[in-house]
């Protein structure tokens, strides 16, 4: 009788971590079964060195390999396991860093390994948000003065198209569906929506909403656009499918919203108020109204989605939301009229940058853990996805680099006056985590698809922040 009639072939159930560097050198466990008397561990048919801990545990070391999406494949007596999501590993390519110059009018490229510019490009006047498509083709660049967006071809990192907003004022904010096929650009003089198709770079349609717009947010199953009114106190509900408003929902005086990753909730921070108003998608109705601290202007929500961070600009604090019982239970002292969140990807830290300050927060406890000192004005951050370094926005004509294991600055890299917008990306290779934001400046729109593995050819392959500031 062979042996082969005896066990079954291994299985992989997951691995940990599931990405790195495409030098190698990860250190990787793997868990499963079926692992006795494995002969080969192997990264894209790239033999791999290991030990076999247990029937359930190997421990590899990836190998070198090109950035991308493999599957690992393990080789015991009993067979060869199969290649399935609970197997892929991503090799992580180069992260490059798109940051709007706002008083340049120019976009500046940071390429993260050597945290030095590699071009700087001229655009539109005033560029006050910048968005990637989920293929991570092209970047799109609303610039608020001249009526227009500017499209830039990432493979050879130039302006391949000016795309004029016919009937539109001041366009402020920008976003993208998550099939890459459209564009949504709030145009807050004219109060209306631009929509411009990916395919032809036009815009084909444009959404009265009769109000000023800013801050815009989109399902995760993109079925819908969330429009901020930028004075007024309604969130007004786009659908994608035939470009109409379906619903105008009353909230507080001039809202920003995010929506949660499992696209149920919106939360929309009202400015003057003081509030938070909670939406029901399913129904577009206001499930709860939360009182916050004065002029909140900035969101994050947690990977898990159990928390919300809001950042209260005028109070010099940061309330945080308890998603199931709909209400404050901590509010944190921070620096001088916070203006940005960021979670860290694996959820422990909170980021809010201050003026001239990033504090940070544990979110497990709701405590300050340390206060990193910045030159200049910071605007916005950002975080790897590995969450080891920290991006920071500066108005002053640069953007700050922070390590997140020793909570300081690490250095400073020198881009164009007005620095405020960022969008970080992955170049060329895919990864099944990313966050979004879409929203005025320092409200922002997280999805979080930590728990997943996609396949190359997925639209879940970048990490990026959104910002834009119209004043």
């Not at 921070?269 to 900035?298: F, H, K, L, R, Y």
Request: hydrophobic residues 40%; negative net charge.
């Amino acid at each position: 009788m062979s042996i082969q009639t005896l066990f079954a072939a291994p299985i992989i159930t997951s691995i940990s971590p599931y990405f790195g560097p495409s030098s190698g050198g990860t250190v990787v466990s793997i868990t499963g079964s079926g692992f006795t008397g494995a002969t080969d561990v192997s990264f894209g048919n790239i033999p791999a060195i290991f030990i076999v801990n247990s029937d359930t545990s190997i421990t590899a070391t990836s190998p070198a390999h090109s950035p991308e999406v493999i599957s690992v494949i393990i080789t015991a007596p009993s067979g060869t396991s199969a290649a399935t999501p609970n197997s892929y590993f991503v090799y992580q390519g180069t992260w490059q860093l798109f940051v709007g110059n706002r008083t340049n009018n120019s976009v500046s490229i940071i390429d993260t390994s050597t945290n030095s510019v590699v071009t700087t490009l001229p655009v539109g006047n005033t560029p006050t948000c910048v968005q990637i498509t989920p293929d991570g083709t092209q970047a799109y660049v609303a610039s608020v003065t001249n009526n227009t967006v500017s499209v830039i071809n990432r493979a050879t990192n130039t302006v391949t198209a000016t795309i004029p907003l016919p009937g539109a004022l001041r366009p402020v904010g920008l976003a993208i569906t998550p099939d890459g096929t459209k564009v949504y650009v709030t145009n807050i003089n004219s109060g209306n929506v631009s929509v411009i198709s990916t395919a032809t770079n036009t815009v084909i349609t444009t959404i009265p909403i009769g109000v000023p717009v800013q801050g815009l947010a989109i399902t995760p199953d993109g079925s819908k656009v969330y429009v901020s009114d930028s004075g007024g106190s309604t969130t007004s509900v786009i659908s994608t499918a035939t470009n109409t408003v379906i619903a105008t929902i009353p909230v507080g005086i001039s809202p920003i919203c995010a929506i949660t990753e499992d696209g149920t909730k919106v939360y929309v921070a009202n400015d003057i108020d003081g509030t938070v108003s909670v939406i029901d998608i399913a129904t577009d109705t206001v499930i709860a109204t939360i009182p916050v601290g004065a002029s909140p202007e900035a969101m994050a929500i947690t990977p898990n989605g159990n928390k919300v961070y809001v950042a209260n600009k005028d109070s010099n604090s940061v309330s945080v939301i308890d998603t199931i019982t709909e209400s404050v239970i901590a509010t944190i002292g921070v620096g001088n009229s916070p203006s940005g969140v960021a979670i860290k990807p694996d959820g422990t830290r909170a980021y809010v940058v201050n003026i001239p300050s990033v504090t940070v927060i544990d979110t497990s406890t709701d405590t300050f853990v340390a206060g990193i000192p910045l030159p200049g004005i910071p605007q916005m951050i950002s975080l790897t996805p590995d969450g080891a370094f920290a991006y920071v926005a500066n108005f002053s004509g640069f953007v700050n680099v922070i390590d997140t294991a020793t909570n300081t600055l690490l250095t400073t890299i020198t881009t164009a006056s007005g620095t405020q917008s960022e969008n970080m990306m992955a170049d060329p290779a895919p990864l099944a985590r990313f966050t979004y934001i879409a929203n005025l400046a320092g409200s922002p729109t997280t999805f979080d698809a930590s728990q997943s593995i996609s396949p190359v050819g997925t639209i879940v392959n970048y990490f990026g922040i959104l910002v834009m500031d119209p004043r």
